[in-house]
């Protein structure tokens, strides 16, 4: 069967994480698997070591982080299979989770962009079938599979997900600068549909997911913080940028937002500075210009 897949992994400081997935899917090099691509945004932990034990893996480091949109790309670039399946280091698939997804997109033209089921590897829950936003930009993530369908359409998809390679050659790709970690995905998604594709769940593959994402606040630490903030804004400005959801954001969800912030770092000796640049995050979206989306596909 003709190699389909090309594997992009991007890391940083988890090498054990990056080993465990390694020793899992490099063994899988010649059957599906056409190439795996890690890259590396700085790490100062024992990353470079690891790799070298791994002489078939593609690496690519970078001097400095420049965080997970970014890293895509740069491994997107030099892919060549026929599909690109972007999957986190804190992940574990299932052996045939690669050709599903590849079988999945051979039999859907019309899906750009599919997403297993991701379950936490604590306790095998469904952590993610799919994510979806609503028009307040509020974020959800499907928990349920289907009992009548095998797949489902949704707007994006985080953490793991393949893409068709072919995309890239029209403009498609990961607009790193604007959003360079936080809120990529769900832009991803919309440059899908907007090269005329669907982004869907497949629910016969599945990953396992190494990290619970069960707060209102994920991986808090100055850079993600400031992200977090920065990017939210662009995404409303890029995507819904009309009064009714301006007000609900400066009301509702940014008051709220704060407020979560100060009881989830209540313990913390740092917690004054993260609050302040979670707020400066926010003014400088504000200040970001930022054209609203029409529909034109942008290279990253």
């Not at 970078?62 to 740069?74: C, G, P, T, V």
């Not at 859907?108 to 079938?129: E, F, K, L, M, T």
């Not at 936080?182 to 869907?200: C, L, P, T």
């Amino acid at each position: 069967m003709p190699k389909r897949v090309s594997v992009v992994i991007p890391t940083r400081n988890r090498s054990p994480m990056l080993t465990r997935l390694l020793e899992q899917i490099v063994p899988m090099i010649g059957d599906e698997l056409e190439q795996i691509i890690v890259v590396d945004n700085a790490s100062s932990d024992q990353t470079s070591e690891r790799l070298a034990e791994f002489p078939s893996v593609t690496y690519i480091r970078n001097e400095n982080n420049q965080l997970s949109a970014r890293a895509r790309q740069q491994g997107w670039d030099v892919a060549s299979a026929k599909y690109v399946c972007f999957i986190d280091d804190d992940n574990l698939i299932e052996e045939d989770a690669l050709a599903v997804l590849a079988d999945f997109l051979d039999a859907n033209d019309n899906v750009g962009v599919v997403g297993p089921v991701q379950r936490r590897w604590s306790d095998g829950s469904i952590w993610c079938a799919g994510g979806r936003i609503n028009r307040f930009l509020v974020v959800s993530y499907d928990k349920q599979v289907g009992d009548s369908s095998d797949s489902v359409e949704v707007d994006f998809q985080p953490n793991v997900f393949m893409v068709r390679n072919e995309l890239r050659n029209i403009g498609v790709g990961f607009d790193w600068k604007r959003f360079p970690h936080n809120w990529s995905e769900a832009d991803f998604g919309n440059k899908i549909r907007a090269a005329g594709y669907k982004v869907a769940t497949c629910f016969e593959a599945a990953v396992y997911h190494d990290i619970d994402y069960s707060g209102y606040f994920t991986r808090i630490n100055p850079t993600n913080i400031f992200d977090q903030a920065q990017s939210r804004i662009v995404y409303r400005k890029t995507y819904c940028n009309d009064m009714i959801t301006w007000l609900i954001f400066v009301f509702v969800v940014l008051p709220v937002s704060v407020v979560a912030l100060i009881f989830t770092t209540r313990t913390r000796k740092d917690r004054k500075r993260l609050l302040a640049l979670y707020l400066k995050g926010t003014l400088c979206g504000i200040l970001t210009s930022s054209k609203s989306f029409d529909g034109r596909l942008n290279a990253a």
